[in-house]
């Protein structure tokens, strides 16, 4: 197979690929992280204060451009496996978000491309113009192409350096080691950025990233002769096949049974492939890999004469895949939606008290380095403490199956956001008995620090969510959708930020009707931002049952995978397909 092929010409060519690798990966992807969440984790203030945006308006526009960031995984994934390969879709793609950060930063230093600061004479402030929102969204259009191919492909890029070494565990450790350096990563950017940031200004603020972009850019493409550059699968497109098997299998739902036999001539598989019995899971999909007719349905070299009644096995199993981690998939919204509400923290830290020591004060957009700080350090010790332990009694190989860790995730995202909006409620009954009620910008006596447990609960989730959401769909998915499995969690999160624009949209418009105050106003002192938190709380919590329902569905195997179960049972035999005598 081709796959063989490939490990061979590694076996042989020593010098490429393994460890001495992983410097240059995990550099440009950690340069990467440093810059593109040093300018996004202050963007908030940056677009009310130049572009006159309210709070709801620019937490809206942020949302969307997370989601298209990430939606844009999809498309950067299909396009890295079936047309450029990963190396070069993380390298297009860093260029990608270069120039979109070189965009942004000259809108900090070309006055005409923000708007005109508002007077305090002035009633109704003057919005940006259609020139300049063009600019700001162009920046973000090139970001978002960057981060659509860099995100999904880069993770598995590195697996690829690893893929051929006999010792497993190097692989599973690259997976945890990968997002504790992302972690460190963002640590750096919401504290020495976001620090700049704040003391020299947003010039400064936006040109330390888009330089740390383009050592990013240069670090990867210095480690290029040292890659293993794995080919695109040109000669088949994963997304047609994925509609082939589809419509293949609905052409044949009347004419095609599946009885018991000990055949297997009525199956297709590619050339060179290994001869496989397709899954027993959704066999009404198998239909469409059956030979019916030799004569009408094969050409002369084996392959389909009409692709569009007959399939591969492969295909067919590339299609339940993708429907078997639907269901899962679709638990991951929520969890996501709670962790980019993120502009109203900003707002309530920015009102507290935030020092740590009499002379340093913590920037209000650096307090999500608690989150990352607890993500890191909980991989960390799940990877070297807990999975030694867990594995002994448990008889995972990683300690706790990738669906027991989801769970966990749901869980603290859920507790954090509840405890945010206790914190919120006091925060807000000791502003109003300061006499802060119409005065947002003034500090509350109480201490930030209030905010640091569901900052680390947050972190905890994150870390246990998203490692076993990754695991998880890359030992469910087969070798060849590698970068679709990695695209499953982001394209998970642009689905979350839609999803949160829309409920941020909601939810401001309702509660302002009839001139009320929304629970949304840039005043949070007059808003009621802690009404919207227990919301969020009540939607995780029914998230978290839902999650129960989808599991009731999955079963866990000795290594650790999950596949769907069969809700029915069956004859222990195998099964094929036999067309209509």
Known sequence: MESERELLLVEENPRKGGLRTMPFIIVNESFERVASYGLQANLIIYLMTYYNMSAATGTIILGLWGALSNGLALFGAITADFYLGRYRAVAYGSISTLIGMIILWLTSMIPQLKSLPCSQFQNVCNGPTLLQLAVLFSSFGFMSVGAGFVRPCSIIFGADQL????????????????????????????????????????????????????????????????????????????????????????????????????CDEFYRWPLESDVLPPSKDFRCLNRACIIEDPQRDLNPDGSASNPWNLCSVEQVESLKALIKALPMWSTCFMIFVDMNIFSFSLLQTKTMDRHIFPHFEVPAASFSVFMITALTMWIAFYDRVLVPLLSKYTGQPRGLSPVTRMGIGLISSGMSIALSAITESIRRQRAIEEGLEEDPNSLVNMSAMW??????????????????????????????????ASSMYIVGTAVSSLMGSILVSGVDWLSSTGGKTSWLSSNINKGHIDYFFWLLSF????????????????????????????????????????HES
Request: charged share 15%; glycine share 6%; net charge positive.
């Open 163 to 262: 893929e051929n070494r006999k010792n497993k565990r190097i692989l599973e450790s690259y997976f945890n080691w990968y997002y504790a350096s992302s972690g460190i990563s963002t640590i750096l950017a919401v504290t020495l950025i976001v620090y700049i940031q704040h003391l020299y200004g947003w010039k400064v603020g936006f040109g330390v990233p888009t330089i740390l972009m383009f050592l990013s850019v240069l670090m990867f493409q210095i480690g290029s002769p040292l890659y293993i550059k794995v080919k695109a699968k040109t000669t088949e497109n994963l997304v047609i096949g994925l509609f082939q098997a589809a419509v293949a299998a609905f052409r044949k739902r009347n004419n095609t049974r599946l009885p018991l036999t000990d």
């Open 539 to 578: 939607l995780s919590f029914l998230n978290f049952l839902y999650f129960l329902v989808v599991c009731r569905f999955y079963e866990s195997g000795n290594d650790g995978s999950s596949r769907l179960s069969h809700v029915e049972e069956e004859q222990e035999c195998d099964y094929r397909l036999l």
């Open 451 to 484: 905010f640091v447990p569901q900052y680390a609960l947050l972190g905890v989730a994150e870390a246990t969510h998203g490692v076993g959401q990754v695991e998880f769909f890359y030992t469910l998915f087969p070798k060849s959708m590698s970068s679709i």
